[in-house]
């Protein structure tokens, strides 16, 4: 999916960015949930953000969406200042939060026309659309159901939905599919994957799972106590930080001490499969014909041998000293702004 040329992009519609130049968010107390962050997004692409719980990355999507004002620094969104056109803004995206603000007692095609209503879609439009939303999301058998009785999933493709409704330029999704079950995860990123490909919808989306990221995102940046640590491509993050590695499994158990010392000579040890033994490479997969010679020459046999990828678990763990899931302590109160259906009144009202 990466470096794909988006039809926003071909069509020169720059309106589509996303600019943040030195943006701050700072809290009672002195503490910097965002730090002076620098990003750039192009028209038509997926960016991923990363980072640990408290890293800053919800606060960074509440500034970029109006939701809460900057402290220093600016950001423009679909050619819009998130500080004095703010209006402009909300009009120009979409956007799904991590908590779906729904009507329990509303069906999905009662909330399709209600958000028609407050972004002013005249009334023929308006149903057309929400049709054609509600089947593209695979929600029309249940359409006229109260969305109280909705499965999670169920309740995050609804809010998609809502958040496509007015054809926004560009979509935000923050951690859409934390606690979704894995044909529902499947079903959501093929479904941004498309809009991005085919409509030139420029998405960014924060997620905590690392696969997500990698099968969706053109580019990356990776947040860390408020700063960015890392961006670009997830194959150039791979390449720069992330060494592969090898895991051997001896022919004949007894052998696994030789092998092991072996393998020492290539790289660190890192821990393998049972009766296996594991070594991150010094110099990358090229090592891996002089490892054999290696093997051959201390006539040594061996029953299997693995080369594995770079993973981007690497390179979050080089670039924060932890790994992503559960990680990460708090900084600030994250203020709890409104949901994402308050955003499209605060829209459709400015």
């Given at each position: 999916?990466?470096?794909?040329?988006?039809?926003?992009?071909r069509?020169?519609?720059?309106?589509n960015?996303?600019?943040?130049?030195?943006?701050?968010?700072?809290?009672?107390?002195?503490?910097?949930?965002?730090?002076?962050?620098?990003l750039?997004?192009?028209?038509?692409?997926?960016y991923g953000?990363?980072g640990?719980?408290?890293?800053?990355?919800?606060?960074?999507?509440?500034m970029?969406?109006t939701?809460?004002?900057?402290?220093s620094?600016?950001?423009?969104?679909?050619g819009?200042d998130?500080?004095?056109?703010g209006?402009?803004?909300?009009?120009?995206i979409?956007?799904?939060l991590?908590?779906a603000?729904?009507?329990?007692?509303?069906?999905?095609?009662?909330?399709?026309?209600?958000?028609?209503a407050?972004h002013g879609?005249?009334r023929?439009?308006?149903?057309?659309?929400?049709e054609e939303?509600?089947?593209?999301?695979?929600?029309?058998e249940?359409?006229?159901r109260?969305?109280?009785?909705?499965?999670?999933?169920?309740?995050?493709?609804?809010?998609l939905?809502?958040?496509?409704?007015?054809?926004?330029?560009?979509?935000f999704?923050d951690?859409?599919t934390?606690?979704?079950?894995?044909?529902?995860?499947?079903?959501?990123?093929?479904?941004?994957?498309?809009?991005?490909?085919?409509?030139?919808?420029?998405?960014?989306?924060?997620?905590?799972y690392?696969?997500?990221?990698?099968?969706?995102?053109?580019?990356?940046?990776?947040?860390?106590?408020?700063?960015?640590v890392?961006?670009g491509?997830?194959?150039?993050?791979k390449?720069?930080?992330?060494?592969?590695t090898v895991?051997?499994?001896p022919?004949?158990?007894?052998?696994?001490?030789r092998?092991?010392?072996v393998l020492?000579?290539?790289?660190?040890?890192?821990?393998?499969?049972?009766?296996?033994a594991?070594?991150?490479l010094?110099d990358?997969?090229?090592?891996?014909?002089?490892i054999?010679?290696?093997f051959?020459?201390?006539g040594?046999r061996?029953?299997?041998?693995?080369?594995?990828?770079?993973s981007l678990?690497?390179v979050?763990?080089a670039?924060?000293?932890?790994?992503?899931e559960?990680?990460?302590?708090?900084?600030?109160p994250?203020e709890?702004?409104t949901?994402?259906?308050?955003?499209?009144?605060?829209?459709?009202?400015?």
């Open positions: 999916m990466n470096q794909r040329t988006h039809p926003a992009a069509n020169g519609a720059a309106s960015g996303i600019e943040v130049d030195r943006l701050t968010r700072e809290f009672k107390g002195g503490v910097r949930a965002v730090d002076g962050i620098d750039a997004v192009r028209p038509g692409e997926i953000f990363l640990p719980n408290g890293a800053g990355k919800s606060t960074t999507v509440h970029l969406t939701l809460l004002p900057p402290t620094g600016s950001a423009r969104v679909a819009h998130v500080d004095t056109d209006a402009a803004v909300r009009d120009a979409g956007a799904a991590q908590e603000a729904l009507d329990p007692q509303l069906t999905a095609r009662d909330h399709v026309r209600l958000q028609g407050l879609i005249p023929q439009e308006r149903a057309r659309r929400g939303l509600i089947e593209r999301v695979g929600l029309t249940a359409a006229d109260k969305v109280g009785g909705y499965s999670g999933g169920m309740k995050r493709r609804l809010d939905a809502l958040a496509l409704l007015h054809r926004p330029r560009v979509l999704l951690e859409p934390t606690g979704l079950d894995i044909q529902s995860r499947s079903a959501l990123w093929d479904e941004v994957a498309r809009l991005a490909r085919d409509e030139g919808v420029t998405v960014f989306l924060t997620t905590q690392l696969e997500e990221a990698d099968q969706l995102a053109d580019h990356l940046g990776i947040i860390d106590h408020g700063k960015i890392a961006e491509t997830p194959q150039a993050l390449a720069e930080i992330g060494r592969p895991e051997v499994v022919h004949q158990d007894e052998e696994l001490a092998i092991t010392g020492e000579r290539f790289g660190e040890l890192v821990p393998g499969s049972p009766n296996a594991a070594v991150r010094h990358g997969a090229e090592e891996l014909a002089d054999v010679r290696a051959d020459a201390a040594l061996i029953a299997n041998l693995e080369l594995h990828a770079a678990n690497d979050f763990l670039k924060t000293g932890r790994s992503l559960g990680a990460g302590e708090a900084q600030a994250e709890e702004p949901g994402g259906r308050d955003l499209v009144a605060q829209g459709a009202g400015a």
